[in-house]
């Protein structure tokens, strides 16, 4: 039993060191990847134009836009729901209040 699980072991271990060969991205995290941006930074593939930059700051724009555009929406839901649980509590006080009126009335009779 032992021996056949130190063999697979053995043998796991073997494939996983042929097959780990080349670039991977823990090369990519110790450095590489400077290499790679250096490399490929002038080439015309690389190259943004200005109407593609101005469509980029376009397009971050009206996401910005639409994010504060639901926060806003988010912000008046919210203080909608607190004004109506505002007035149920108001309603409830006042129901309250004229209940204990008629109480009142009613032990002084």
């Known amino acids: 039993m032992n021996k056949s699980l ?3 072991l ?3 271990l073997g ?3 042929c097959v780990t060969g080349g670039p991977t991205v823990g090369n990519y995290a110790m450095g590489d990847d400077s290499a790679v941006l250096n490399a490929s930074r002038n080439r015309a ?3 943004v134009s200005r109407a593609e930059l101005e469509q980029h700051r376009r397009q971050r724009a009206d996401v910005s836009e639409e994010l ?3 926060e806003k929406k988010r ?3 919210h203080a909608g729901v607190r004004d109506n649980m505002g007035t149920v509590s108001q309603g409830a006080a006042t129901v309250t209040g004229v209940a204990g009126a008629i109480k009142a009335i ?3 009779f």
Request: proline share 0%; no cysteine; hydrophobic share 50%.
């Open 6 to 8: 130190i063999l697979s």
């Open 10 to 12: 053995v043998v796991t």
């Open 15 to 17: 494939l996983s060191a």
């Open 45 to 47: 593939e690389a190259q």
């Open 68 to 70: 504060d555009l639901a």
């Open 75 to 77: 912000r008046a839901q």
């Open 106 to 108: 009613g032990s002084w």
